[in-house]
Each structure stands twice: as structure tokens, then as C-alpha cells.
């Protein structure tokens, strides 16, 4: 018993510092948002443009696979930032990757979703699209970082004062 805590207190030591920690997500996260913004965009176009119900599942099916793996990315480079040495840091880092495995999953049913449409008549392969997407901004909403459950004050400070988060 003794080793096996003594074992998850030195396993707990050695992580990074909340201002190196929160750089290194807000690198992550950086390019992540861009990428989502350009998808987004790309995505409504795709909803107005005028073209075969084929060419749309085409287009949406690469975006949504695009986000899904920008997604997965930026839960990867989270996770390869550690856990800081912080109050309450191991699960403010989990909610993070928490809540990046939860919008990476949005998008792959999304993706699914709309692969799986036929592309016979276009009024149901939009209705369909639009009722993927409506689920797809459901999911997104509902796993965004609930930050107000993570209280860790050096970790706050950090992300205030970190050129990378600005």
C-alpha cells in the first residue's frame, strides 16, 4: 500500500509549469480554432451552394473528417502537454481533453451521418444534412470546457498572462 502511494505521488511530480502548461494548450488549441472557423465557413457555403446532392455529401463528408481529425490533434498535443503542476491540474487537463474527445466525436457522427444519406432526391438528402448538423451544433455546444468547474487559480493566472493564449 505504501508503494503503490508513494508511487502515484512520484508519478504526480515533474509536470509542467501552469505558464509552460497553458502555452502549450493554447498552441494546440490555436491553429484547432482556425481550422474549425475555415470548416464552419466551408460548411455553411456548402448548405447554400448549388450543387448535386453528391457533390454536397463529397464536400461535407471531407469537412466533417477534417474537423474530426483537427479535432483529434489538438486532444493529442493537450495531452502530450502533460498534467501541471497545479491546483486541481490533472483535471483541469482532462476536462480539456474531455471536452476536445467530445467535439472530435461530434464531427465523426456528423461525418457518418451524412455518408450515410442518399443522394437520390435532394429534398431528403438536405433534410437529412441539415438534421446532421442541427445535432452536430447540439453536440459541439454541449462539449464545450465547462471552465467555471475548474478552479485552479495559478492555472487562470497563467492562461491570462501567456503570450500564446492572447
Known amino acids: 500500500m505504501v508503494l ?16 509552460a502548461w497553458a502555452a502549450s494548450v493554447c498552441q494546440a488549441l490555436t491553429p484547432w480554432r482556425a ?27 471531407r469537412l466533417f473528417a477534417g474537423a474530426e481529425q483537427a479535432s483529434e ?14 491546483k486541481h491540474g490533472a483535471e483541469v487537463s482532462a476536462g480539456f481533453r474531455g471536452s476536445l474527445s467530445r467535439m472530435r466525436d461530434a464531427y465523426g457522427r456528423a461525418r457518418t451521418t451524412v ?11 438536405y433534410d437529412g444534412v441539415r438534421a446532421a ?17 475548474l478552479d485552479s487559480p495559478e492555472l487562470k493566472v497563467a492562461f491570462d498572462e501567456v503570450p500564446e493564449c492572447r
Open 73 to 86: 490533434a489538438a486532444r493529442r498535443k493537450v495531452e502530450e502537454a502533460g498534467v501541471p503542476e497545479a
Open 4 to 19: 503503490a502511494t508513494l508511487a502515484v505521488v512520484v508519478a504526480g511530480c515533474g509536470g509542467p509549469s501552469p505558464r
Open 133 to 149: 448538423v442541427d445535432t452536430l451544433n447540439k453536440e459541439y455546444d454541449a462539449s464545450a470546457l465547462d471552465t467555471s468547474t
Open 35 to 61: 481550422e474549425i472557423s475555415k470548416l464552419t465557413s466551408s460548411t455553411q457555403q456548402q448548405m447554400t451552394a448549388q450543387t448535386s446532392p453528391a457533390q454536397a455529401k463529397e464536400n461535407l463528408v
Open 115 to 125: 455518408d450515410q444519406l442518399d443522394t437520390a432526391r435532394a429534398g431528403p438528402f
